[in-house]
């Protein structure tokens, strides 16, 4: 089992930065891909980007050339910068591997002025 810690979200403003972290602790020798999901009101839950255990990455569309994702050992972050409003939902960290897959509780992240 893998277990799942977000971190860092929180109101910013359009044009602003934020850095999201995700803590995974237990068997985290398990995971062959960790990714960023997140989920705005009223709509489904989408891949923000993902990165795995060989250090290749995938980014949605939307976020290209704004949000970067990065993996540390155990820790894993999304830096994101020029938010729009648009980017304002709940996001989740992931964690995949060997038939298994962990969710983390959400963090809010909001791009309001």
């Known amino acids: 089992q893998v277990q799942l810690v977000e971190s860092g979200g929180g109101l910013v403003q359009p044009g602003g930065s934020l850095r999201l972290a995700c803590e995974a602790s237990?068997?985290?020798?398990?995971?062959?891909?960790m990714g960023w999901y997140r989920q705005a009101p009223g709509k489904e839950r989408e891949l923000v980007a993902a990165?795995?255990?060989?250090?290749s990455t995938n980014y949605a569309n939307s976020v290209k050339g704004r949000f970067t994702i990065s993996r540390v050992i155990n820790m894993m972050y999304l830096q994101m910068n020029s938010l729009k409003p648009e980017d304002t939902a709940v996001y989740y960290c992931?964690?995949?591997?060997?038939?298994?897959?962990?969710w983390g509780q959400g963090t809010l992240v909001t791009v309001s002025s």
């Open positions: 992931n964690a995949a591997g060997y038939g298994t897959t962990s």
């Open positions: 237990g068997s985290i020798f398990r995971i062959n891909v």
């Open positions: 990165i795995f255990s060989g250090g």
